[in-house]
């Protein structure tokens, strides 16, 4: 979040950061990032999201959070962090936003139904102008201390039911002696009770990274991505590397974290890279991708156009502004009668879930809530 939010803090000097207020917002966020980023601090709750939100024309967000239904007053932009689960990520939520900034068309016309929605890119990757030629690699690696030329395998993992780690780690821990493994685990596994880093350092893995670590340097240095059903997936595409993708038994996976079948990570698998559904089949797969990188990508070169616009010209985050400043100017299109009706049932159902969750057996009857759950967005 703190690194795809620096364009825009960059972009906007008098901004400020907001912070949900929750039990893990200490292990969530890493001080000095934030501190790097040169802006002041508030913490919010869902009582106070209305009254510190008017202190602000704009509010960008990422998903949903609590409170989000009481804002009125500043204009409300959604900015898209990820292109997994797409159950959720292009749930009805996204109606209570003025602007939606998305990574490509594909994404823009997905919620295109809800309010204006436009692709920008994935404002991570700004000004980020990555060619993977075979000196740049050589110099990435460089930096994260590999001086031979084994192969280097970057491993994301997603977290929680959906996440490969516990299948995957010991079927690559045996991989070691041929390859050069960078580890980076998910960082709502970090907030969780595993502590991921830990294990695979005691496998002997030395180039283990935190969910806060900048990708763009361990891309920078990868010959191939192995994923599962991770948004990670998506960060391999854009830098143009071939992906391994390990999805065993998604059909048991359906309503984990909002997955279902039709989500692009499962239903364009075969597009976006190699499809693993045995561990033990990893090294051969590896292997054979490893010799035709081009035929991966290739393959999934016209996907890629559909999914994301291209930011790595420095101006890139102009585009961005130059639809803020249409949202405030009143130049975009105006939200129709049935935009607006979905915004305030979304409203409506979201409150309706927090009364139910505050009180055992108030607000609306349970069958309902039961329903009205599995429109929103969990969190």
């Known amino acids: 979040m703190v690194h795809q939010y620096g364009p825009l803090v960059s972009s906007y000097p008098d901004s400020e950061i907001l912070l949900v207020d929750r039990k893990d917002l200490a292990r969530e966020f890493a001080a000095k990032d934030i501190q790097d980023l040169g802006r002041p601090v508030r913490v919010f709750n869902r009582s106070t999201a209305q009254r510190v939100a008017s202190d602000f024309g704009l509010l960008f967000f990422q998903t949903v959070f609590p409170g989000l239904e009481s804002i009125e007053g500043p204009r409300l932009v959604s900015v898209q962090y990820g292109l997994a689960k797409e159950r959720h990520n292009y749930g009805a939520w996204r109606s209570l936003a003025d602007l939606n900034l998305m990574f490509g068309q594909y994404s823009a016309d997905a919620v295109a139904h809800y309010s204006p929605s436009y692709a920008v890119g994935n404002l991570k990757f700004c000004g980020w102008d990555w060619k993977p030629s075979h000196e740049r690699k050589q110099a990435a690696r460089a930096r994260l201390g590999i001086s031979d030329t084994k192969p280097c395998i970057l491993y994301m993992p997603t977290y929680g039911a959906l996440g490969s780690f516990a299948e995957m780690i010991d ?28 294990q695979a350092r005691s496998l002997g893995f030395d180039k283990v990274f935190s969910g806060e670590a900048d990708q763009r340097a361990l891309l920078e240095a990868a010959d191939l991505v192995v994923s599962d059903f991770s948004g990670a997936i998506f960060d391999a595409v854009y830098a143009r590397i071939p992906v391994v993708l390990f999805q065993k038994d998604a059909h048991r996976k359906v309503g984990e974290q909002k997955f279902d079948l039709n989500s692009v990570e499962f239903r364009y698998r075969e597009t976006l890279g190699t499809t693993c559904s045995d561990a033990q089949d990893l090294p051969r797969i590896i292997q054979n991708v490893l010799a035709c990188p081009d035929e991966s990508l290739r393959r999934v070169a016209d996907l890629r156009e559909q999914l994301m616009v291209d930011v790595g010209a420095p101006n890139a985050i102009k585009m961005v502004c130059e639809k803020i400043d249409a949202l405030l100017a009143d130049r975009l299109p105006q939200l129709t009668v049935p935009q607006l009706a979905v915004r305030e049932t979304v409203r409506d159902l979201l409150r309706a879930r927090y009364e139910q969750k505050r009180t055992e057996r108030g607000g609306l009857p349970i069958r309902l809530m039961r329903s009205i759950s599995k429109l929103l967005p969990t969190g």
């Not at 050069?180 to 960082?187: A, E, S, T």
């Open 171 to 198: 079927v690559i821990a045996g991989m070691k002696g041929n390859m050069h493994f960078l580890i980076k685990v998910h960082h709502n596994d970090q907030i969780g009770d595993a502590d991921l880093c830990a």
